[in-house]
Every structure is written in C-alpha cells, then in structure tokens.
C-alpha cells in the first residue's frame, strides 16, 4: 500500500503539505517524497528520502525552506521513490501514485519500442510511477495521458499529477484504492485519508469516484471526467489499512470494526475473564466484542509507541519477526491467570500470531481464544500491494489447504464457505498451528454488514476469490 497527499492553496503549501504527507506514514515503510510547484518563478521542487529505517519528519524537516510553492504533492510509498518529475510537450509536471500494476514489463517493453527511455530504476526494476508518467506524455492533455493509463493499465492506479494549473486527481478505475478532497479557508487538500487534513483545518467535501479525473486549483474542483458506476473498493481499507478515524465513502474505520465485534462477540459463546486486541488495528473490534459479549475490554498487549510506532521491517524473515515482537509488550499482572479472548485483524502468514500467543502463555494466561475480524484469507490480491510481497503459498490458509488436499491447493471453494466441514477443518487446523485454544473468524456476510455498502461496490476477493476487472 502506498498513501498520498496534496494541497492547492492561496497561500505557500509547503508546511501543510508536510505534515499532510506524514500522516500517512502507517500506509508506507519504504520511500516518501513531497514536490511543489512554484509557478511564479516556474519551478519544480523535488525532494524523496528512504524512510525504511527512520521517520518521515526527520528525513524532510531540512528541506522546507527550499520548497516554494502553492501547489505541492506528497507520496508515502511502500514500493518504489516518488515523486517522479518530467518535462514533456504538457509541460513539466510530478506525479504520485498509489497502483499496482500488473503488466509493468509489457508496458515498459511498448514504452522501449516507442524510443522512449527510463532515467528511474527501482530496486532493478522500472519504477512503475515513472512508467505512467511516460504513459500520461503519450496523451494531447494531462486528461487524455491519464484515460491512456487507464486503458494500458493492469491492476489498480490512483495518482496526483500536479501541474501549473493545479492538481489533477484521478481514481484507479473501479475505486478499488480512495481519494478524498477537503475544503479549507485558503484552498483544497486531496488525500488517501481524510485524518490527514482535519487538524490542518480543512473539512470533507467531496469522494472522488471510481475512474473519474477531477482538477483542483485553490479556487474550486473542477469535474475533467465523469466516475464509472461500477466499484470495487477494497474491504481491508476498513479491515486492516486504514486509520481508525478515517472515513471511506463516508463510512468511519473505527465504527466498521466495533461494528465487527460486536456482531463476534454477540454470537460467541466462550467464556472469558476479559478481551483484548492486538493492538492497533484490532482495538475497534476488541471494544465491538466486549460490547457485544457483555465482559471488560482490559489492555493485555501495549504497543511500544515512542520508537517502534512505525512499521520497520528488515529483509529477512527472522529480524522480521523479532521486530513484530519487540513492538508489543504485555501485561503480565493483568494476563496472569486469566481466560482471555484476544481481537485480532486478520491472520497473515501465521507467525506473528503463533508467537504473540505464546507469550501469553509465558505470562500466565489460562486459556486464550483468538477472534479474527474478517474471513481467513485464501486468495492473493491482484490489486494492491497487500500481498506483493508474499506469494500465495505464504498464506497460513493455502499452507492448510495444501496440507489438508495431500500436498494440491484445490477445492478453494469449499474452504471458503463457512458451513462446509472443509471450512471446518481449515479452521481447527489453524488453530493448532498458531496453538490457540479457540479460534473464530467472521464470516463474509458480517463483514459486508459492518462495512454497510452494496455487496457488489466491494472487493472481497481475497476471501471470495470474486471481483472485476484486470
């Protein structure tokens, strides 16, 4: 996942646009970069660190005073360095994105045989935010260049192009990632998330729909084209990505989750001294369930926040899960002999989890039982960065299947459905892996109820294996 964020005002941006960026940061762990555009002595600013190993603040407070401008666009980016800065016959503008895209090797190879070239690798590879500002100077205007990645495009590409003339805002086509625009005294700010300019005074006005181009100058936003009727926003903005008090179409994270937990804690029947989460992303849910349940919500695990509050994650396996370790702490004194159920998101690779539990178990709990927000994963996602990291066969749930099928994963269908006694199996198998003593998870039904849109306007492929479009 990546986040972005933008500002076109009256006044110089370079301030709100940094500390817009930054909030961000849990949606990236790689590059970030800001660029602004100071039209009155017509030049582009440009500055991208790696962030891997530090915060956002600390790699960019040295480059404010040189960033001019009332136009300016920030990216906190999971893959490859942005902005990407060009001078074409549209001009020089900068882009963002927040994209997987899928076919980057045929696209980059048509690219080659039209005799243009790349000045950006990344990690040895083309950096995809360079290709489609190439695919964006292959259009009559900045419009025309953005529809050309919509039509090249494989996956998923939201971006900010900034310009002279403002900043355009176009959503991936079928809406799988948002965009969101406020209203502000001195102009307007475009974000992933809203959270990110509410303290800087600024109020939502608008969602960008899927596929649709607007521009925004400090004066207004002006429609370039028109959004598709169809939507696929992905479930797990809500589920794992996403803010607590960030709002997707209107609908607040933190709300979804308790929404979650509740519906959990209402149709269980363990019995339990208290519940708890892991924290962050599971908070909402733990609080829906002791809700729904009817016992304490009590902190078992506290996440270190004064240096482990950002997501650095070493390349290797190993340091990675020492890492995860280190960022959670737990209460010993109010673990000790105790029944606990413990809200978690989702269950990944399976390791964090396996190893979380057992330092429950070192600190004296009785029982634990695990309650998961969403449906296990059992399909890779195709759009987002979520999974780009992971093969399929990562999954603790193919891992299961594989096992479970004699070394094939097939009969996917079977194991997502939750009254199958493939489903069943899936589970108990989980639960001994991760060495729990209960496990759930919701199933699909309560997820779409919490979230509150149509069905059909949300990707839930990664527990369906269902969705639409390349």
């Given at each position: 996942m990546s986040g972005f964020f933008g500002?076109?005002?009256?006044?110089?941006?370079?301030?709100?646009?940094?500390?817009?960026?930054?909030?961000?940061?849990?949606?990236?762990?790689?590059?970030?970069?800001?660029?602004?555009?100071?039209?009155?002595?017509?030049?582009?600013?440009?500055?991208?660190?790696?962030?891997?190993?530090?915060?956002?603040?600390?790699?960019?407070?040295?480059?404010?005073?040189?960033?001019?401008g009332k136009l300016g666009i920030g990216v906190i980016s999971d893959t490859e360095p942005q902005p990407v800065v060009v001078n074409s016959h549209l001009g020089r503008f900068a882009v963002v994105t927040v994209a997987r895209i899928n076919n980057v090797a045929e696209l980059t190879q048509e690219c080659l045989n039209k005799n243009l070239q790349f000045a950006e690798l990344s990690m040895g590879s083309t950096n995809a935010t360079e290709l489609v500002a190439l695919l964006i100077t292959q259009g009559e205007t900045i419009v025309d260049g953005i529809n050309n990645v919509y039509r090249k495009v494989k996956g998923s590409c939201s971006m900010l192009v900034l310009t002279e003339d403002g900043i355009y805002a176009a959503r991936d086509l079928y809406g799988r990632t948002p965009i969101v625009i406020g209203k502000g005294d001195h102009g307007y700010a475009m974000a992933s998330e809203n959270h990110s300019f509410i303290n800087l005074g600024y109020e939502t006005c608008r969602y960008v729909g899927p596929g649709e181009i607007v521009r925004v100058t400090s004066d207004g936003i002006t429609q370039m084209k028109s959004p598709n009727d169809k939507m696929q926003i992905c479930s797990f903005l809500w589920i794992y990505y996403g803010y607590p008090c960030v709002e997707y179409e209107d609908i607040n994270n933190e709300q979804m989750r308790q929404r979650l937990g509740y519906a959990m804690g209402k149709n269980d029947d363990v019995e339990a001294d208290f519940v708890s989460a892991i924290p962050d992303s599971g908070i909402g849910?733990?609080?829906?369930?002791?809700?729904?349940?009817?016992?304490?919500?009590?902190?078992?695990?506290?996440?270190?926040?004064?240096?482990?509050?950002?997501?650095?994650?070493?390349?290797?396996?190993?340091?990675?899960?020492?890492?995860?370790?280190?960022?959670?702490?737990?209460?010993?004194?109010?673990?000790?002999?105790?029944?606990?159920?413990?809200?978690?998101?989702?269950?990944?690779?399976?390791?964090?989890?396996?190893?979380?539990?057992?330092?429950?178990?070192?600190?004296?709990?009785?029982?634990?039982?695990?309650?998961?927000?969403?449906?296990?994963l059992v399909y890779g996602c195709k759009w987002l960065n979520f999974s780009a990291s992971k093969t399929e066969k990562e999954l603790i749930t193919l891992r299961v299947i594989e096992e479970l099928e004699g070394g094939k994963i097939q009969n996917l269908a079977a194991y997502q459905d939750s009254t199958t006694k493939e489903y069943a199996n899936m589970v108990e198998m989980i639960r001994k892996k991760v060495g729990v003593d209960t496990l759930k998870f919701n199933d699909l039904n309560t997820v779409i109820d919490a979230i509150g849109l149509p069905r059909e306007r949300v990707c839930l492929h990664c527990f369906d294996g269902n969705s639409y479009g390349d």
């Open positions: 500002i076109a005002s009256k006044k110089e941006c370079i301030t709100e646009l940094f500390y817009g960026t930054d909030y961000h940061s849990h949606l990236g762990t790689n590059r970030a970069g800001m660029s602004t555009f100071d039209v009155e002595n017509g030049k582009v600013h440009l500055n991208i660190h790696n962030i891997s190993n530090s915060y956002f603040r600390t790699k960019f407070a040295g480059d404010l005073e040189e960033m001019k849910m733990a609080q829906g369930y002791a809700e729904g349940r009817g016992i304490p919500y009590k902190s078992g695990f506290l996440k270190y926040t004064p240096t482990w509050s950002r997501s650095f994650m070493p390349v290797n396996q190993e340091s990675r899960q020492l890492v995860a370790k280190m960022k959670l702490i737990p209460c010993k004194k109010v673990l000790e002999g105790k029944d606990v159920v413990f809200c978690d998101d989702s269950i990944v690779r399976g390791t964090q989890l396996r190893d979380q539990v057992k330092m429950l178990y070192d600190c004296g709990c009785k029982h634990v039982h695990v309650r998961i927000s969403c449906p296990p």
